[in-house]
Nanobody
Framework: VQLVESGGGLVEVGGSLKLSCVVS????????MGWYRQEPGKQRELVAS????????NYADSVEGRFTISRDDDKNTIYLQMNDLKPEDTAVYYC?????????????????WGQGTQVTVSS
């Protein structure tokens, strides 16, 4: 299984970016997916998460009302629409997936991470 993020970049304060994360690989089902971010020297923190198909979403207080997480199950993709960006949103953003994988008679559950995409908000 691979998670590939895209959409990061440099944006001015108040601007918008949309991150994408595509999940590919062996047969799997999605328990939940989310976006985390990490600044240099700090712990990785949850930004937003979304549960199984049609499930609830959850946001960090710092992004509530500005960021929106969504998913397209046909494309095995989740998105993070980020509006009204602030300098404190600058970080590497990581996609996270809690998946059940299947191969023949085997089934296992694992957490996967993408490689990260840099988001920089300039003031």
């Amino acid at each position: 299984v691979q998670l590939v993020e895209s959409g990061g970049g440099l944006v001015e304060v108040g601007g918008s970016l949309k991150l994408s994360c595509v999940v590919s690989g062996s047969t799997f089902s999605i328990n939940s997916m989310g976006w985390y971010r990490q600044e240099p020297g700090k712990q990785r923190e949850l930004v937003a998460s979304i549960s199984g198909s049609g499930g609830p979403t959850n946001y960090a207080d710092s992004v509530e009302g500005r960021f929106t997480i969504s998913r397209d199950d046909d494309k095995n993709t989740i998105y993070l629409q980020m509006n009204d960006l602030k300098p404190e949103d600058t970080a590497v953003y990581y996609c996270n997936a809690d998946l059940n994988s299947y191969l023949n008679d085997y089934e296992w559950r694992m957490i996967y991470w993408g490689q990260g995409t840099q988001v920089t908000v300039s003031s």
